[in-house]
């Protein structure tokens, strides 16, 4: 199975550096939490309080109820996003 390459480690306390331009374009995560859990569980709860704060701002594209869920689907394959698409339940 391929695994994405693990990403350097990121500290907790690294992260007001790492968006003090309170942007980020596309970033995953992905085969970094799954060797480092813990450590990006702390990340991760360091960013939200950071959002909380509004030291930092999560672009949202557009909130779509959970029946257009399809539509917001089509949106991300065609790459006609910026930001997040949110799926109201």
Do not use: D
Not at 4 to 16: F, Q
Not at 23 to 51: D, V
Not at 53 to 77: D, F, M, N, Q, S
Request: hydrophobic share 40%.
């Amino acid at each position: 199975m391929w695994r994405r390459p693990a990403i350097r480690k990121i500290c907790p306390t690294s992260l007001p550096a790492l968006f003090s331009n309170k942007q980020s374009a596309g970033f995953t995560l992905g085969g970094y939490a799954e060797s480092n859990p813990a450590e990006t569980g702390k990340a991760a709860r360091e960013a939200l309080s950071m959002l909380a704060r509004k030291e930092i701002h999560a672009e949202i594209h557009g909130v779509y109820p959970l029946e257009k869920a399809a539509e917001a689907l089509t949106l991300l394959e065609q790459k006609n996003t910026v930001g997040k698409l949110v799926l109201k339940v």
